[in-house]
């Protein structure tokens, strides 16, 4: 599946194919009213139901959510301990409706630091939702860009030393990478007002629309989400090449060159 945004233009529509979300602000959204900042992330978990059933009801293919990174288990260790329990209760209760849903859960990140019984629910989890197509959401935990790409680049060495001896290249580490089973995100979206990246998907992000709101996540929902993928319709990918070029590729395929239902017009920012 893997199709890389550097090597060919890909196609692009008005709706991401795969949106990537830094879900940030759930400790200020406690703050705010004088709640523990666990209260935050409780909220946290009622806004990722509600961004996947968007996103189901917009089409929108595949979902990532950066749920925990590898630096935050620099925080007091009674948070961290939280926000496991919140994960190892989600996984819990949330998977069946998922599953009825057609929601395929996958989750990448260095696994290797939870306790087993989160590994046997992620194991679970994924097996049961396997052959599920609506959507396929990815839960990014202990997940850090860096990371990605040394693990990735470790195995390939493993399986591969020629290839390592060799003119690598990017073809060649792709397949490794933990998410080579989706396309690259189309659509970033951080809430919560940094602009910043924080190690999400270093590698994957390279030409990827990056969209920040002050919105906390607690609050982040359907309507957001509406405004962001608004802004993001409103965007031209030229992926290197310029405007002219992107207008002129568009032309045949406004003339009818190409079957509507099965290539999604492109877009200029002159037509958005
Ligand atoms: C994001 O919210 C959730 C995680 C990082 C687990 P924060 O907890 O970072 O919230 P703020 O940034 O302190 O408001
Ligand atoms: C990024 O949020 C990680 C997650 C949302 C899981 P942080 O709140 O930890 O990011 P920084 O450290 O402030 O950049
Ligand atoms: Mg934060």
């Known amino acids: ?158 399986e591969r030393p020629d290839a390592v001896a060799g003119n690598l290249s990017e073809s060649d580490l792709a397949p490794y990478l933990s998410m080579s089973y989706a396309p690259e995100p189309d659509l970033f979206i951080r809430t919560g007002g940094e602009h910043r990246i924080s190690n999400f998907l270093l590698w994957q992000l390279a030409y990827t629309e990056l969209y920040f709101t002050d919105a906390l996540w607690p609050d982040f929902g359907a309507e957001l989400l509406g405004e962001a993928i608004i802004w993001y319709a409103g965007r031209e990918r030229r992926f290197g090449r310029t405007s002219e070029q992107v207008e002129a590729e568009q032309q045949p395929r406004k003339d009818g060159a190409v079957a509507g239902a099965t290539a999604p017009p492109r877009r200029t920012r002159a037509n958005a």
């Open 1 to 158: 599946m893997h199709k890389s945004s550097t090597l060919a233009v890909p196609e692009t529509a008005d709706i991401p194919q795969h949106v990537a979300v830094i879900m940030d602000g759930n400790g200020r959204w406690a703050k705010h009213r004088h709640l523990p900042r666990f209260a935050g992330h409780q909220r946290g978990v009622e806004a990722v139901r509600a961004a996947v059933k968007a996103c189901i009801d917009r089409g929108i293919e595949y979902l990532t959510l950066f749920a925990f990174s590898s630096e935050n288990w620099r925080r007091p260790a009674e948070e961290v301990a939280l926000l496991m329990e919140l994960f190892t209760g989600a996984l819990t209760k949330e998977v069946a409706k998922m599953h009825r849903n057609g929601v395929r859960l996958r989750v990448v990140g260095d696994l290797g630091r939870f306790d087993s019984r989160i590994w046997a629910l992620i194991t679970e989890a994924e097996k049961l939702t396997a052959g599920n197509e609506v959507l396929t959401l990815t839960i990014a935990a202990n997940y850090g860009g860096r990371w990605d790409i040394l693990q990735a680049l470790s195995r390939l060495a493993k």
